[in-house]
């Protein structure tokens, strides 16, 4: 038992239940929810000989697809240097102290919840960006360009804040505090990597983030080709580098979002632990796009081949499509959602990952081919509200 897999809420995929499944990796028997997993499917382990296990070899590798999992290793697992290195990446406010020296010049600063509206504007760096200390999925983050614009801000965070606070732990989103920090310019790229035995990075995939406006937060597109990976691979493993020597970290899955400027500096974003993409969202898509099985690379600590990887593969785009719920509507006062429809409107869909909107804000996730990723389909979905898929909505709303 070398290997140990935490699932929980909110998804599993078919991909990572079938690679658990060839591959005989231990899922720790957490009394998984059947909605989400048919246990009885899976090569389960107990939770007093996995704990056992790892006490024993601290080598032994854990990865969960879901960070609804970190409470489980913080009481599970305090022994190993686990619980500290998810502290130490998932608070952003503790996280930004760690790198300080590499960035002296980024204004950061942490602020409780309850003492934003007794924030003093002039002690901030505009244009700056709001986020939670502890947060995912895009939810309570912001971009704020001037002074005018923080009390319409502030309303839509409590609104959302409420809104939300029930859908996850508060291990994976905690509001108490909240960090503001200077807008940086430049193309969004999502990696997935883990940190080898010698703290050394392994790049698994990489995505771009690309936005609708220079407003937009949101999570509703990423996309991955030969020349992303080409273009940026190598500074973005020099980067890494130079964080595993900061954060001290080894046998490690991670998914890491960065801002490039036009100089060519990466600037960091945040870094998830413990795990690849949100929703089995790009590992999944690492397989469509370069036949790379991000759950098999890290348990058996495989390095792709890139460069025999890219001669192979021609110009294609592969897209994650975030169908997070823009529409204005609550998901509880939504009927039904027209997948078939969503469907149409793509010249080559991959495959479509249907979620219940009345307990997530999101419809789901679609995977896709396209030609250039500027083609119309992109750019439309890119910028749609996604009203048009609504069928019907509860009455009186």
């Known amino acids: 038992m070398k290997n140990l897999v935490l699932l929980d809420k909110p998804f599993v ?8 499944t060839k591959n005989h990796f231990s899922v720790i028997d957490t009394k998984l929810d059947p909605k989400l997993v048919s246990s009885d499917k899976l090569p389960l382990v107990s939770q007093e000989a996995a704990i056992a296990t790892k006490k024993s070899d601290e080598t032994v590798l854990v990865y969960s697809n879901s960070e609804n999992a970190i409470s489980w290793i913080e009481k599970n697992l305090e022994f190993s240097s686990l619980p500290d290195k998810i502290r130490l990446f998932k608070n952003k406010i503790r996280f930004r102290e760690l790198i300080r020296p590499m960035y002296p010049d980024y204004f950061f600063k942490g602020v409780p919840f309850n003492k934003l ?20 999925f895009s939810m309570g983050v912001y971009k704020v ?15 959302e804040i409420n809104e939300n606070k029930a859908v996850y732990p508060k291990q994976v989103i905690d509001t108490t505090d909240f960090i503001l920090e200077q807008a940086i310019e ?10 080898d035995n010698d703290g050394k990075p392994v790049i698994l995939n990489m995505m771009q983030h690309i936005f609708s406006s220079g ?29 595993a020597d900061y954060a001290e970290v080894k046998d490690f899955p991670a998914h890491i979002e960065v801002r490039i400027d036009k100089t060519g500096k990466i600037i960091p974003i945040e870094v998830n632990p413990m795990r690849f ?7 999944d898509m690492a397989w469509y796009a370069f036949g790379i099985n991000e759950y098999e690379y890290f348990f058996n600590r495989k390095k792709p081949d890139w460069k025999n990887i890219l001669q192979q593969k021609n110009d294609k785009v592969y897209a994650i499509v975030i169908l997070d719920n823009s529409t204005g509507i609550d998901g ?25 909107f009345k307990e997530y804000p999101l419809f789901g996730l679609l995977f896709c081919e396209t030609s250039d990723q500027n083609s119309p389909e ?18 009186g709303n």
């Open 13 to 20: 995929s078919d991909f990572l239940k079938e690679t658990i």
């Open 378 to 395: 992109i750019n439309r979905i890119l910028k749609s509200d996604l009203k048009e898929y609504i069928e019907s909505t509860v009455a």
């Open 186 to 195: 430049g193309e969004e790229f999502a990696t997935d990597c883990y940190f």
């Open 277 to 283: 993409g949100g929703w089995c969202s790009s590992p």
């Open 117 to 136: 509206d007794k924030l003093d504007m002039e002690t901030l760096h505009f244009p700056f960006v709001i986020k939670p200390a502890i947060g995912f």
């Open 215 to 243: 407003k937009d937060v949101s999570d509703r597109l990423y996309f991955t080709s030969k020349k992303v990976i080409e273009t940026h691979l190598e500074k973005m493993t020099a980067f890494l580098n130079k964080l």
């Open 145 to 159: 360009d001037n002074v005018t614009e923080w009390p319409e801000t502030l309303k839509k965070i409590k609104k």
């Open 332 to 356: 509880k006062d939504i009927r039904s959602f027209n997948y078939k429809k969503l469907l149409s409107d793509f010249e080559k869909p991959l495959d479509i990952r249907k979620a219940d």
